[in-house]
Every structure is written in structure tokens, then in C-alpha cells.
């Protein structure tokens, strides 16, 4: 039988023996990742011992961990102390070394994580009126749709299949590409592309240079030219989607350079794919685990949005963002010099036994929620209301015609230090016709 998900960090702790300094170093292990026991073991020693701490890991340029929730939501709220650049994600110093020289050639990504005011505020802007409620409406129909094309192929595998990889991948990856105008010929390399970029340190995630800068530098390269070309494409001929919205923006009279728009597109394709996909094939898992919570969900499908929050905190599908202070300053009262790096831990903010009552039980009709998985201030996640929108269609179709369901093997994590989540999730299951 699969083992039970970590609901003890203390038991996970003892099991594990670690020390402060090594479980500041698991944050920089990206197996770590795909071991929950041990990344909440020392996610919550940290919370609990050293919550401002110091990390020094082989092969990563040092940072402080960050892993309370308020010190998270503070830095996050003080974005002109706080910078995205030139540190917005963590990556190993060979990684971040090649990432510096691509920007000396003016080749780096420039997309919404990486910038600060002014920059940020106009970039933002280009898209955000695609994303607010009255554009989410119209999107609605085609995303309920979606969610029962997915459903009616999982009836068409039977009583098995692996949920996280036929069903939760490729799901918002449509949605998000119809939303582009990108056509569905093209979305089978998106997939590909988009799972190396954040998974390249995933040997499963497709890439034979994996844990290797190479990785990482040969999707971004893919990607840059596959987007240089629909930039060229939509400019010459618009067509009313998102795509052409980007190609055809101008701040400051100008349109966008080559290096801005391929970033714009990257972060619409890959952020509002990978993280909800974690988010759906994690929340069925967690509904598997809890046969409470599933059942109390069955009965009263009103507690749907109670749920997809829920999900959303238990998954927590970005696992970090970093900040570099612009100053010197303190967090919860350790000095922070100017020029250093702070790691801001997304599953530990939202583990976090201060804020959240029992943080360790999954509880569909948790309210209040104060999760901080898709950030806060300035750099909101701009697609909140779209993921928000997808996870609840796919259950609300999903949920009335699952008859049974239970896991068929042992799940698996993204190995990884960015975005994250199950990468198998083999299930068997009966479900009832499509009404």
C-alpha cells in the first residue's frame, strides 16, 4: 500500500534527525522535493528553531531561508526594499552563472518575476485586463469544456491511468494556449518545453542533460525562438487572441524588444500551466488520502471553492521565490545586508502553525484561508483567477461521476527548487457515464 502523506513533521524530524543547518540545506536539494516527508520535517524546524537562517550549500550562491509566514507576506508587501532582480528564483551558482552572461548579451529572460518598478507596473499592464473577472466569464464556457473533454478521457483509459501525466498535464496547458491563440498542433511541444524548463532538475521531465545548466539554457533557447516567430506571425496579421495583444503592445510608443515579448509569452505559457496542473493532480490526491474530505465534498458540492483553496495551500506548487535587499535591514530581527538574498518558502509559509489552525490536516471547508501561494503585493500572480477557475470546473465535473477511487502505486514529486508537484499519480478508479 502507498504510504500516508506527511501529516506529523515532529515523527518526520525524529525519523529524519536533522540539524538546523541541514535542513537549511534541504531548501537547496531539489530531491528534497520529492520527498514530503523530509522537506516538511525541515521546513518545520525551521519555522520553529531558526526561521531567519543562513544557508551555505554545495554548488548554490548562500541565502537567507525565510519560513514564516508574515516574514514572507512582509518582504513580499515591500517591494521597494525588496527586489525580484537580480535573484527572483533560486538556482545552483552554475546555473546562475550561465543565466548572468546570457543577460550581459541582452539574451536573459525579462518577464514579470525578474522585473521591478518602474519596468514592472507598465509590463504588467499589457495583459491584465485578459485575466480580471469579465474576461474569465467569457473563458468560462471553453475551460468547462475542457474539464469534461479530460474527464471523458479518463473514462476512454478504463479504471486506470496516471492521473498527474494523461490528465492534470495536459488539461491547463490547453486552456492557457487557447487563451495565447497558440494551435493544438503546437501544444504537444509546449508540454515538453514548458516541463524541461521548470523540471530540469527531473531526469523524468524529458531532458538527458538534466540537473546541468544545459537543461535548463536549451528549453529557454527553444522556447525563444518558437516565440520569435509568433511575435513576427501575429504582428503581421493579429488575430484577437492574447498572442497578438503582447505582440502588438507599446510602452512608451514602442513596441516591445524581442528579449521582453518571447519573456511575456514564457511566463503566460509555463506559469499558467505548470503550477495549476501540480495543483489539480495534488488535490485529487489529497481527496484520495482524506476519504473524509472527499466524501464531505461529495455531499455538499457548495464547499467546491473552500476546497480549491484548499488545495491550492496543500499544494503549494511554487516552492520559492527569491529577494535581494536593496538595503540593509532585518527580518524578524536578523540583520540582512544590503546585496543579500532572501528565499521566501511558499510550503512552509502555508504550513505555518501560527496562521493556519491544525496546518497539517486537508480540510475542504477551511475558512478562513490565508494561504500565500500565489504571493501578495505587486507581484500577485496575474493568473489567480484563471487557476482558480480551472481546478474548480475540472472537479465540479469530475466529482459526480467518480464512483470510486483510490491510488494504484506509489505516487511521485518533481524533484526541483521552483515549481513543483506530482509528476505520477497512478490511480484506479470507476466512474459513471457522461450525463
Given at each position: 500500500?502507498?504510504?500516508?502523506?506527511?501529516?506529523?513533521?515532529?515523527?518526520?524530524?525524529?525519523?529524519?534527525?536533522?540539524?538546523?543547518?541541514?535542513?537549511?540545506?534541504?531548501?537547496?536539494?531539489?530531491?528534497?522535493?520529492?520527498?514530503?516527508?523530509?522537506?516538511?520535517?525541515a521546513l518545520a524546524l525551521l519555522r520553529r528553531e531558526a526561521p531567519v537562517h543562513y544557508v551555505q550549500a554545495d554548488g548554490y550562491n548562500p541565502?537567507?531561508?525565510?519560513?514564516?509566514?508574515?516574514?514572507?507576506?512582509?518582504?513580499?508587501?515591500?517591494?521597494?526594499?525588496?527586489?525580484?532582480?537580480?535573484?527572483?528564483?533560486?538556482?545552483?551558482?552554475?546555473?546562475?552563472?550561465?543565466?548572468?552572461?546570457?543577460?550581459?548579451?541582452?539574451?536573459?529572460?525579462?518577464?514579470?518575476?525578474?522585473?521591478?518598478?518602474?519596468?514592472?507596473?507598465?509590463?504588467?499592464?499589457?495583459?491584465?485586463?485578459?485575466?480580471?473577472?469579465?474576461?474569465?466569464?467569457?473563458?468560462?464556457?471553453?475551460?468547462?469544456?475542457?474539464?469534461?473533454?479530460?474527464v471523458d478521457l479518463m473514462a476512454e483509459h478504463g479504471s486506470t491511468c496516471d492521473f498527474a501525466r494523461q490528465i492534470a498535464a495536459p488539461y491547463?496547458?490547453?486552456?492557457?494556449?487557447?487563451?495565447?491563440?497558440?494551435?493544438?498542433?503546437?501544444?504537444?511541444?509546449?508540454?515538453?518545453?514548458?516541463?524541461?524548463?521548470?523540471?530540469?532538475?527531473?531526469?523524468?521531465?524529458?531532458?538527458?542533460?538534466?540537473?546541468?545548466?544545459?537543461?535548463?539554457?536549451?528549453?529557454?533557447?527553444?522556447?525563444?525562438?518558437?516565440?520569435?516567430?509568433?511575435?513576427?506571425?501575429?504582428?503581421?496579421?493579429?488575430?484577437?487572441?492574447?498572442?497578438?495583444?503582447?505582440?502588438?503592445?507599446?510602452?512608451?510608443?514602442?513596441?516591445?524588444?524581442?528579449?521582453?515579448?518571447?519573456?511575456?509569452?514564457?511566463?503566460?505559457?509555463?506559469?499558467?500551466?505548470?503550477?495549476?496542473?501540480?495543483?489539480?493532480?495534488?488535490?485529487?490526491?489529497?481527496?484520495?488520502?482524506?476519504?473524509?474530505?472527499?466524501?464531505?465534498?461529495?455531499?455538499?458540492?457548495?464547499?467546491?471553492?473552500?476546497?480549491?483553496?484548499?488545495?491550492?495551500?496543500?499544494?503549494?506548487?511554487?516552492?520559492?521565490?527569491?529577494?535581494?535587499?536593496?538595503?540593509?535591514?532585518?527580518?524578524?530581527?536578523?540583520?540582512?545586508?544590503?546585496?543579500e538574498s532572501v528565499l521566501l518558502s511558499y510550503p512552509s509559509a502555508n504550513r505555518d502553525e501560527d496562521v493556519f489552525d491544525e496546518p497539517f490536516?486537508?480540510?475542504?471547508?477551511?475558512?478562513?484561508?490565508?494561504?500565500?501561494?500565489?504571493?501578495?503585493?505587486?507581484?500577485?500572480?496575474?493568473?489567480?483567477?484563471?487557476?482558480?477557475?480551472?481546478?474548480?470546473?475540472?472537479?465540479?465535473?469530475?466529482?459526480?461521476?467518480?464512483?470510486?477511487?483510490?491510488?494504484?502505486?506509489?505516487?511521485?514529486?518533481?524533484?526541483?527548487?521552483?515549481?513543483?508537484?506530482?509528476?505520477?499519480?497512478?490511480?484506479?478508479?470507476?466512474?459513471?457515464?457522461?450525463?
Amino acid at each position: 500500500m502507498p504510504s500516508p502523506s506527511p501529516t506529523d513533521p515532529l515523527t518526520h524530524e525524529r525519523v529524519h534527525g536533522l540539524t538546523v543547518a541541514e535542513a537549511g540545506r534541504v531548501l537547496a536539494t531539489p530531491a528534497a522535493y520529492a520527498d514530503e516527508g523530509l522537506l516538511h520535517a525541515a521546513l518545520a524546524l525551521l519555522r520553529r528553531e531558526a526561521p531567519v537562517h543562513y544557508v551555505q550549500a554545495d554548488g548554490y550562491n548562500p541565502f537567507w531561508a525565510v519560513t514564516r509566514h508574515d516574514d514572507v507576506q512582509a518582504v513580499e508587501r515591500d517591494h521597494t526594499l525588496w527586489l525580484n532582480a537580480p535573484r527572483p528564483v533560486l538556482r545552483s551558482a552554475a546555473l546562475d552563472a550561465a543565466l548572468q552572461e546570457r543577460r550581459a548579451q541582452g539574451k536573459a529572460l525579462a518577464s514579470l518575476v525578474h522585473l521591478d518598478e518602474p519596468e514592472h507596473r507598465p509590463l504588467r499592464a499589457i495583459a491584465a485586463d485578459w485575466f480580471r473577472p469579465k474576461a474569465m466569464r467569457a473563458l468560462q464556457d471553453r475551460v468547462r469544456e475542457l474539464a469534461r473533454r479530460h474527464v471523458d478521457l479518463m473514462a476512454e483509459h478504463g479504471s486506470t491511468c496516471d492521473f498527474a501525466r494523461q490528465i492534470a498535464a495536459p488539461y491547463p496547458l490547453y486552456a492557457i494556449l487557447a487563451l495565447l491563440g497558440l494551435p493544438e498542433s503546437d501544444y504537444p511541444l509546449m508540454l515538453r518545453l514548458t516541463q524541461q524548463l521548470f523540471g530540469h532538475d527531473d531526469r523524468d521531465k524529458g531532458s538527458p542533460a538534466a540537473g546541468t545548466p544545459g537543461a535548463h539554457m536549451g528549453a529557454l533557447e527553444e522556447l525563444f525562438a518558437y516565440f520569435h516567430d509568433l511575435t513576427a506571425a501575429r504582428r503581421a496579421r493579429p488575430t484577437g487572441d492574447l498572442a497578438s495583444c503582447v505582440a502588438g503592445a507599446r510602452i512608451d510608443g514602442r513596441l516591445l524588444d524581442d528579449t521582453t515579448i518571447a519573456s511575456y509569452y514564457i511566463l503566460i505559457a509555463t506559469a499558467g500551466h505548470d503550477t495549476t496542473s501540480s495543483t489539480v493532480a495534488g488535490g485529487l490526491e489529497a481527496l484520495i488520502r482524506h476519504p473524509d474530505q472527499l466524501g464531505l465534498l461529495r455531499r455538499d458540492p457548495g464547499l467546491l471553492p473552500t476546497a480549491v483553496e484548499e488545495m491550492i495551500r496543500w499544494v503549494s506548487p511554487v516552492t520559492s521565490f527569491m529577494r535581494t535587499a536593496r538595503a540593509d535591514t532585518h527580518v524578524r530581527g536578523v540583520p540582512i545586508a544590503a546585496g543579500e538574498s532572501v528565499l521566501l518558502s511558499y510550503p512552509s509559509a502555508n504550513r505555518d502553525e501560527d496562521v493556519f489552525d491544525e496546518p497539517f490536516r486537508f480540510d475542504v471547508a477551511r475558512d478562513p484561508n490565508r494561504h500565500l501561494a500565489f504571493g501578495t503585493g505587486v507581484h500577485y500572480c496575474l493568473g489567480a483567477a484563471l487557476a482558480r477557475m480551472e481546478v474548480a470546473a475540472l472537479f465540479a465535473e469530475l466529482l459526480p461521476r467518480l464512483e470510486s477511487v483510490e491510488l494504484d502505486g506509489e505516487p511521485a514529486w518533481t524533484a526541483t527548487t521552483f515549481v513543483g508537484g506530482l509528476k505520477r499519480l497512478p490511480i484506479r478508479y470507476r466512474l459513471t457515464p457522461a450525463s
